[in-house]
């Protein structure tokens, strides 16, 4: 353990140098506050953004795409900084489908069953949007869908019949991918629709997703940034001064702890402080780096958080917070690169559908013999790479086996598929994983079945510790920050730039309160009115721009 001579100290301390942990630390920057530590268990920043070279092209281990033109700031930051080609000509997108003894389905049909699985998956959207109540015993979008297309296969026999429901499992197998499940039998039918999808396209940045790191991190002090730090422990009732009591007090169990003037947020969990005592937040990393801060941000990914947020946090997060991050889905999603030395797809098909046959007496829970039936395609990044996707447990199954092998199975579906038993064997073959991945611990967030956005509110929620002097307000220990706080960009990129420039600005806030109470304090007579100011100029989201200002 570290001794007080060695404890570092500073302001704010950023847990994760993620988007999120980035975008906080610029925020911070720009509003004139430079005294705080970034924190980050890899050797490198960017958490779930990373571009590598492959065969001379750029390729996407993680976040692939700018999910949306209109109020993305991902998007106008990258427009701002020239990562986006404005005069790049896309390339025509060909699919075809194939079933497993190589023969083609007429696009006709395709574009038929795309168009019914499109309004399939609006119509249960709209669940959320509207308020409907769903079919009785109807749960999860999987379910939903499932009960549509009967009714749409209704009254077809035989190969018509066959051949449109092999589309069908088609597209939700691909839907898990973007949703990142097993199946969308995980996904709350409710919820669905609390996900909003900006409009204009996924956009790709041409020198990477990575490209866009440099703009976010260029302001950041030199010596803010410690690489290979991954965070042991953060101790929330730590004090720069004095130990306080381990005791955890949640206000709907002590209404009288919080004046008249506080918030009225009954689940908000605090810790008690004299008004000598001088409460922080002591982290400790694994390499043994002691800090002491006022504040922390944590950005830890969900997945971190369900697979050791008790051992993380002392003491344990409160139980609402536990009860919601179990709740909550977070998914793998996991891709497969094949680097070929010459082509061999037709130059006119972009990407391959794979049809695959439902084996009635096939042990589905034997993922040795299904796990490649989750891969629904096979795309072009060039003409001699290809890309495959796999989600859920067949992903997690996938990253266990061997990289030959996996490349050995996808050699195996594309001769069977493409009915070409001299398809090459490919002179590369990279597979992420992100279940693996201790940093992680999977992909991104989901509402799973009996999830809400109250839940990701829930897990949002600072943690706070009570100040009990004359004009005691409460101080935020905590702030969390990550695509798994945000209750509408949950599992993207932006969603992570706007709860991490959310959570700088609650702490800059509470701050300017402070120091406006300090004020009061001093002369009661003429109280200093508590004012935040707002850049709404610089402020692409109208409900992150809302939360940066305090009522009181």
Request: proline share 4%; aromatic share 8%.
């Amino acid at each position: 353990m570290a001794s007080e001579d060695e404890v570092k100290k500073c302001k704010i301390i950023i847990v994760g140098a993620g988007m999120s942990g980035l975008s906080a630390a610029t925020h911070l920057v720009k509003n004139n506050m430079t005294d705080f530590i970034v924190l980050e268990a890899r050797k490198r920043i960017g958490g779930r953004i990373i571009s590598i070279e492959v065969e001379s092209h750029r390729v996407e281990l993680g976040a692939n795409w700018i999910h949306g033109v209109l109020g993305n700031p991902m998007y106008e930051m990258a427009m701002s900084h020239g990562l986006i080609d404005i005069v790049n000509i896309p390339k025509p997108h060909k699919v075809v489908a194939a079933t497993e003894d190589g023969k083609q389905v007429p696009f006709q049909l395709l574009q038929e069953i795309y168009e019914a699985y499109s309004c399939f998956l609006h119509r249960c959207e709209e669940y959320f949007l509207c308020q409907y109540e769903p079919p009785a015993g109807i749960t999860s979008v999987g379910e939903h869908i499932a009960l549509e297309m009967e009714m749409y296969l209704e009254g077809m026999e035989g190969e018509a019949r066959r051949i449109r429901r092999l589309i069908f499992d088609c597209l939700l197998k691909r839907e898990t991918c973007i949703s990142g499940c097993t199946s969308m039998a995980d996904i709350d039918l409710l919820e669905l629709g609390s996900y909003t999808e900006l409009q204009g396209g996924n956009i790709a940045l041409p020198a990477g997703y990575s490209s866009i790191l440099e703009p976010v991190s260029r302001h950041l002090p030199v010596d803010s940034l410690l690489l290979d730090h991954g965070v042991a422990t953060i101790d929330w009732t730590s004090s720069t001064e004095t130990t306080l009591s381990d005791k955890v007090t949640t206000l709907s169990d002590k209404v009288t702890t919080l004046s008249d003037n506080d918030s009225d947020d009954s689940d908000r969990t605090v810790i008690g402080e004299s008004e000598t005592q001088s409460v922080g937040v002591r982290v400790t990393c694994e390499n043994g780096a002691t800090f002491v801060a006022d504040h922390v941000i944590c950005t830890i990914p969900l997945g971190v958080l369900k697979d050791r947020a008790d051992k993380l946090f002392k003491p344990p997060l409160p139980e609402y917070k536990t009860e919601s991050i179990e709740r909550l889905l977070f998914g793998t999603v996991d891709k497969i690169f094949l680097a070929y030395e010459r082509p061999f797809l037709n130059p006119d098909i972009s990407e391959i559908m794979l049809l695959w046959d439902v084996e009635e007496d096939v042990d589905k829970d034997d993922l040795s013999q299904t796990w490649y039936k989750k891969i629904y395609s096979f795309s072009k990044v060039s003409e001699t790479l290809l890309l495959g996707w796999v989600s859920g447990r067949e992903a997690e199954y996938m990253e266990s086996l061997p990289q030959q092998q996996v490349a050995d199975t996808c050699t195996c579906i594309l001769r069977k598929f493409l009915n070409d038993p001299f398809v090459p064997k490919p002179k590369l073959c990279v597979r992420t994983k992100w279940f693996g991945e201790p940093n992680t611990r999977g992909s991104y967030t989901a509402m799973a079945v009996g999830a809400s956005q109250a839940d990701i509110e829930r897990i949002a929620r600072p943690l706070y510790a009570h100040t009990r002097s004359r004009n005691h307000h409460a101080k935020p220990l905590v702030v969390f920050a990550g695509e798994h706080t945000h209750t509408n960009f949950y599992s993207t990129v932006h969603g992570a730039f706007l709860t991490g420039r959310s959570a700088a600005q609650t702490l800059l806030s509470a701050a300017v309160a402070h120091e406006s109470q300090t004020q009061a304090s001093v002369d009661e007579d003429e109280p200093t009115p508590n004012v935040v100011e707002c850049d709404a100029a610089d402020t692409t989201d109208l409900s992150s721009w809302i939360r940066g200002i305090a009522l009181d």
